[in-house]
């Protein structure tokens, strides 16, 4: 069970890693103009640019061998971690990297537990409590948020913020006061969803028989919500993190954008837009492998916390 | 009858919005493009009923092509998602062995990296065009399709009715049109509605991000950007589309909901 959840997840990470190599030696082969006058204007400036220039860049780079000898030499040295030097920065770009994943990391995890915090206590309250308005009205908000896609989400949370209330930064990076339109958009998202999920598996605890005879034996109801409801209804939840991660990459991508917050998001988005081929393997790479290690760590978990699942024999989702 | 009424919900904004749409194109006969320097940010008025934008363009006439460019879009990304989505999913339930592993191999390969990170790794290539953005799409929407052909197909294949009409001597294509796709339908209804509504938030997100479809063409994400800086002034220039979005994701999550009791 564990090899076959390992040979799974350790193909895709050769995936990643093969597609995140491929790119940069796609994109320099198949755009037009000649590859070593490019990166030749990239360094030095188009005025600096000379055919002699050209021709150095030509050799240092391998640039006049055959093809397939420069697609191994690229993943060769993709293999030895060496991603280059961002185009537009002339840093390189695990440099870059190092700085942007703690922003993101930081931002993602703060977000995701927020999220918690307010989706567990609601999602059980809403399951047990038995006033209709309540609870209706939270189910109205949780559709109503999982209908606006995150960016839509970030705007409206800057023009109530930063607009009409002036008390937080739309955009940049300076304090901490950055981090919370961010976090809050993305926990907000996640919280909308979770929380109805919390819901329904509360209720359905409810019907199973060790907790109806935990009622009979005695135990009062908040007891035995504490003592054997909340504990198994959160599984569904941990299952529900790699879905979860998928919103957290794919908001972060946005969210960055959006807020000009300096995370690896942000840093892929602009390097698709200012053509900077090594900075957009490098995040491609981290990003996928980061995806693929949630995977793994959700698919071990779900193996451990629900003993049931062990019977079955795994063959995927 | 909770389902059944919030379906109703859905497909009347549904039916709102492109009536609406449709209308307010037809009456009124501009281009999207068609810019009035002389006239920004003009009140309503019977010649502009919603008034004009930073260009002097109809605010009425871009949202209305810009909500159906978004349907559109979403509509046949889904539609070439659905197709070999399903199909290949019937194939490797029935074929079984090499096929399925094989096809299942190929969406690991997929799912190794988050949606939007595959998208927005094609699109590196030729930012703004659509062509990526389409091909990116289709290629993540239509893995749920096949996934859930492939379990619902390999489950009734054994259902006994199914057994009892293969050895009465029926043939593949006919069990097939007369028990197997009836059963996937509602099925197939629920997921073309998710991935329709995942097309629409991806493609204005990511215009939204200065990756996807570039303005001048009217879509509602690049819209909602463009008319950001004039914020304070026109307030109601922003939050129109933002509406329309929400509206348009919203009714499809309101009609996915009928069938996964189904």
Redesign the interface.
């Known amino acids: 069970m564990f090899i076959n959840i390992f040979i799974?997840r350790f193909?895709?990470?050769i995936?990643?890693a093969l597609?995140s190599s491929s790119?940069g030696f796609?994109?320099m082969h198949?755009l037009p103009g000649d590859i070593a006058m490019r990166i030749a204007a990239g360094r030095y400036g188009p005025d600096g640019l000379t055919a002699e220039i050209a021709q150095s860049v030509r050799m240092e780079l391998q640039l006049n061998k055959p093809l397939y000898e420069q697609y191994l030499i690229s993943i060769f040295n993709f293999l030895k971690l060496d991603l280059g030097y961002s185009l537009v920065s002339g840093n390189s770009v695990i440099q870059e990297l190092k700085v942007q994943l703690g922003y993101s990391f930081v931002l993602a995890l703060l977000a995701f537990i927020v999220s918690l915090i307010i989706a567990i206590p609601l999602g059980i309250f809403t399951s047990i409590s038995k006033y209709k308005f309540v609870n209706n009205s939270v189910m109205l908000i949780s559709?109503?948020i999982?209908?606006?896609?995150?960016?839509?989400l970030a705007?409206?949370l800057i023009?109530i913020f930063s607009?009409w209330f002036n008390i937080l930064p739309p955009a940049g990076f300076e304090s901490w006061k950055n981090f919370v339109l961010p976090t809050l958009t993305l926990c907000l998202g996640l919280a909308a969803v979770s929380n109805r999920l919390i819901t329904d598996s509360m209720n359905d605890v409810q019907t199973y028989s060790y907790f109806r005879y935990g009622r009979f034996k005695g135990l009062s109801q908040n007891i035995t919500i504490k003592r054997h409801g909340i504990k198994n209804a959160l599984i569904p939840l941990i299952s529900f993190l790699a879905l979860q991660?998928?919103y957290l990459?794919?908001g972060v991508?946005?969210v960055e954008?959006?807020f000009a917050f300096p995370g690896i998001g942000h840093a892929?988005?602009h390097?698709?837009?200012a053509r900077d081929i090594p900075m957009?393997q490098g995040t491609?790479l981290i990003?996928?492998l980061i995806?693929?290690f949630i995977n793994l760590i959700v698919d071990i978990l779900a193996l451990n916390l629900d003993p049931r699942l062990k019977e079955k024999k795994y063959n995927?989702k | 009858m909770e389902n059944k009424r919030t379906f109703y919900i859905g497909l009347y904004i549904l039916i709102f919005l492109a009536f609406f749409s449709i209308l307010s194109q037809i009456i009124l006969n501009y281009e999207s493009d068609q810019q009035d320097l002389f006239n920004i940010f003009a009140n309503p008025s019977l010649e502009h009923p919603l008034g004009t934008d930073q260009y002097g363009r109809d605010v009425l006439v871009r949202v209305a092509q810009a909500t159906q460019l978004s349907f559109f879009l979403a509509l046949i990304t889904t539609v070439t998602a659905f197709i070999p989505g399903v199909t290949l999913g019937i194939l490797a339930a029935y074929k079984g062995g090499l096929t399925d592993k094989f096809l299942n191999i190929i969406c690991d390969i997929l799912l190794a990296l988050p949606g939007l990170l595959l998208i927005l790794v094609l699109i590196a290539f030729s930012p703004g065009d659509f062509l990526p953005l389409y091909i990116g799409l289709a290629l993540i929407l239509w893995i749920e399709f096949f996934k859930i052909t492939r379990l619902k197909t390999k489950s009734l294949l054994v259902e006994p009715f199914v057994e009892s009409s293969k050895s009465l001597g029926f043939s593949f294509f006919y069990i097939l049109r007369k028990l197997i796709i009836p059963k996937l339908l509602p099925m197939i209804f629920t997921i073309s509605t998710f991935s329709m509504s995942t097309a629409i938030i991806a493609i204005s997100s990511l215009s939204a991000i200065n990756v996807g479809i570039r303005p001048p063409t009217a879509e509602l994400g690049s819209m909602i950007i463009e008319l950001l800086p004039y914020y304070e002034e026109e307030p109601f220039l922003v939050l129109l589309p933002s509406f329309i979005i929400f509206l348009i994701v919203l009714s499809l999550q309101l009609m996915s909901k009928r069938s996964v009791n189904a």
């Open positions: 799974k193909f895709q990470v995936v990643v597609l790119i796609l994109m198949l559709i109503i999982r209908a606006i896609p995150p960016f839509v705007l409206i023009l607009i991660s998928v990459i794919e991508v946005v954008t959006i892929l988005v390097a698709i837009v957009i491609v990003m996928g995806f693929v995927g």
